[in-house]
């Protein structure tokens, strides 16, 4: 009797169901969709709507959410104007992207004076979001010839520090000059010059500001990439710089 009352509960019992795998893959599709929320929330660069996203996701899901940093890491374009509109705060300061000042076949005289002047500051994005460039004439950092940054570029670099320091970008500082050759006991060539120049810079970042020397990259490329042709006077000063490179690295 035995077998048979075992034989006939095995009998009884429920077929499974072939469909119950459709339950956790429902679950599974809810949560990756309330994950994609978040992230387009993160990326939409509105502190509250995240932040609003994280805390509902955290309730929804039951996990406890991690404090998160009230600042949300800046996306190139935006943190490129916050930058601008920092800097044109600055008194006799012009600041003016660098496509529009190239609109034109050559770069206007008055556009020239003013960067030669010390008194304007270009900006230029990189393709593909990648990140942003500041242009700083020399005559903005330093004497002719010399590597000693002047003390009314001090200002300038100070506020640039405040947005290094959020450690989302990597800084390559390149020095560039025009194609005179330099005569100069300290400096054998315009490659040594337009590097120190750029050493300079990174100091002031880092000793003064407080900005950290791991995020900096050097370069010194003398009158390999000038930014107009050094045919005219004014067109060669112009191409001696120090370009701030930006590159987001998020990581």
Request: aromatic share 10%.
């Amino acid at each position: 009797m035995a077998q048979t009352y075992h034989r006939e509960r095995r009998s009884t019992e429920p077929a499974p169901n072939p469909n119950a795998w459709m339950i956790t893959f429902a679950d599974l599709c809810t949560l990756l969709l309330t994950f994609f929320v978040l992230l387009f929330s993160m990326s939409s660069l509105n502190d509250r709507a995240f932040r609003n996203t994280f805390q509902n996701f955290s309730k929804a899901t039951g996990i406890l959410a991690m404090k998160v940093d009230e600042r949300v890491a800046l996306r190139p374009y935006r943190l490129m104007r916050e930058m601008v509109k920092s800097l044109a705060d600055l008194e006799k300061l012009d600041i003016a992207s660098l496509e529009k000042v190239r609109r034109a076949e050559r770069i206007k005289d008055d556009d020239a004076q003013r960067m030669i002047s010390g008194n304007a500051i270009w900006y230029e994005e990189l393709e593909n979001e990648a990140g942003f460039s500041f242009i700083l004439g020399q005559q903005l950092l330093f004497e002719s010839g010399q590597a000693v940054l002047n003390p009314k570029a001090h200002p300038i670099l100070e506020k640039l520090a405040q947005f290094m320091k959020s450690g989302f970008y990597t800084i390559y500082i390149d020095g560039h000059t025009d194609d005179v050759p330099i005569r100069s006991e300290r400096f054998g060539s315009n490659e040594e010059l337009s590097l120190a120049r750029a050493e300079a810079v990174m100091e002031y970042l880092v000793v003064r500001c407080g900005a950290n020397p791991k995020l900096f990259a050097l370069g010194g490329y003398g009158s390999s990439h000038p930014l107009v042709p050094n045919v005219a006077g004014s067109q060669k000063a112009v191409n001696r710089r120090v370009e701030l490179i930006f590159h987001w690295n998020p990581a």
